[in-house]
């Protein structure tokens, strides 16, 4: 054993030991015996696994043409800072993101004209239906809340997301046991069986849309999701007319980390669903290549709607699209102590006679 | 059945019950993987192998009907 190099028991982690009496690797943690050359090669295969590879190519968006950019007016939201933009026939006077009034600065310059729009599908009416619904069947929302809604306030907005496909080669190394069970008169046993599995492969993704100004929150454009591709169409200005725009002021490459990671969760998730039969599974190495990334640039709609209550704010907002609505609400902390406690003594007393009856009839 | 375990079991229900109402309230969640943008039938394994490393297995005592206080014993090898 002129080589004998350190490893790590499969099993556990532990650092193995070589037992003369048995001729094998064995773990003073957990009593696994291992073959040497087992070890060997399963070491070889984690060390020659490729690295992860997540790079992206982007050419998103093209330059506005000079008739369309002449006829649209950027707005500046003294408040947030918020920049949105509008077509000339479309007058904008509060902004989206805040509610505060905003003032017309100028025509675009120098701003990526997007590759593709979704067209609203969903009026403001709707918009409006769908809040209120929001709001039914919670009984933990203070009711006043509802009534001090300045609902009308609802505004169309078209969010700038970059979208992005990429190509996956995975490899992924698992570390897996079957346990098997058996009794005699006198012990019961566990037998616990290591395997080191292995799966590679290919998976693809299309259209991951991640949210592009910094204004909106990046987690309510997901919680917004999902939108139907399939409709949406090259983009025209002819689009905007009655709503709002927001720009993009966080780029692709500051963005794709974030589709990165949904990509690299779903591939995961794909890959282990193929790893069955075993009793445990545990991830032990992942190589996650991204092949030909390409990002477009568009707008998705969204119907959003700000309000303060209680010095907190609230945003809400549906998809302009499919009509999905979220939007955190208020609680009523005393309502919710109260039915805690009443809930609590019902339930309790409603056990205690019956333990008592029972007791009494024995 | 006690008083006291009554009451835990009564308070039990209770944090559950608020728990769904207060969870009723929160709808902003993140969307952590991209499953909605899979490309239909682009999802292929081209590699899979299981390296079998080793087993250990491991005996306790059973308990002897209710009199004997159960002895632990030791892990022994089957390689
Ligand atoms: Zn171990
Ligand atoms: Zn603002």
């Not at chain 1, 309502?335 to 009856?357: C, D, H, N, Q």
């Not at chain 2, 993140?30 to 239909?40: E, F, G, K, S, T």
Request: glycine share 8%; with cysteine; proline share 5%.
């Amino acid at each position: 054993m002129a080589d004998m190099m350190e490893y790590k028991c499969p099993a556990c982690g532990g650092k193995l030991e070589f037992s003369s009496t048995e001729q094998q690797m064995k773990c003073p943690f957990c009593d696994s015996v291992f073959d040497v050359a087992t070890l060997q090669s399963y070491d070889e295969a984690l060390a020659a696994a490729p690295e992860s590879d997540m790079s992206w190519e982007s050419e998103a968006g093209s330059e506005w043409e000079q008739g369309e950019a002449d006829s649209m007016r950027v707005y500046h939201c003294q408040s947030c800072g918020g920049e949105v933009i509008a077509d000339e026939t479309t007058a904008a006077s509060k902004c989206p993101y805040c509610d505060a009034p905003v003032i017309m600065t100028g025509q675009l310059a120098g701003e990526l004209k997007p590759d593709l729009v979704i067209p609203f599908k969903l009026d403001k009416e709707a918009a409006k239906k769908a809040l209120l619904q929001h709001m039914e069947g919670k009984p933990l929302l203070p009711k006043i809340f509802k009534s001090e809604n300045h609902i009308d306030e609802i505004k169309g907005v078209y969010v700038p997301v970059w979208l992005f496909d990429a190509g996956v080669e995975a490899q992924i190394h698992y570390r897996a046991t079957k346990v098997r069970r058996w009794s005699d008169q006198q012990f019961d046993y566990v037998e616990t069986s290591t395997f080191a599995v292995r799966r590679g492969g290919n998976i693809a993704f299309e259209h991951v849309p991640v949210d592009g100004s910094a204004k909106m929150d990046d987690t309510m454009m997901e919680a917004l999701e999902p939108y139907n591709f399939a409709e949406a169409v090259p983009f025209q200005t002819a689009y905007l007319s009655g709503y709002l725009a927001d720009k993009y002021d966080t780029d692709a490459e500051a963005s794709v980390a974030r589709a990165n990671d949904r990509i690299r969760q779903s591939t995961l998730n794909a890959f282990l669903q193929t790893v069955r039969g075993y009793d445990t599974v545990n991830t032990e190495h992942d190589s996650i290549r991204l092949e030909h990334g390409e990002a477009k640039y568009a707008l998705y709609p969204v119907w959003l709607l700000n309000t303060s209550w209680n010095g907190t704010k609230y945003t809400f907002a549906m998809n302009g699209q499919t009509g999905k609505f979220v939007g955190d609400l208020p609680s009523n902390k005393g309502k919710a102590w109260g039915i805690f406690f009443g809930v609590t003594a019902a339930v309790t007393a409603v056990l205690y006679v019956i333990s008592m009856l029972l007791q009494s009839g024995q | 059945m006690p008083f006291w375990l009554c009451l835990v079991i009564g308070a039990v229900v209770g944090g559950i019950v608020v728990g769904i109402m207060l969870s009723q309230l929160h709808t902003v969640r993140p969307n952590n993987a991209a499953a909605d943008y899979v490309i239909r039938d682009s999802f292929r394994v081209t590699m899979q192998d299981e390296t079998f490393l080793g087993k250990t297995t491991n005996r306790t005592p059973r308990m002897q009907q209710q009199q004997q206080p159960p002895h632990q014993g030791g892990p022994s090898q089957h390689p």
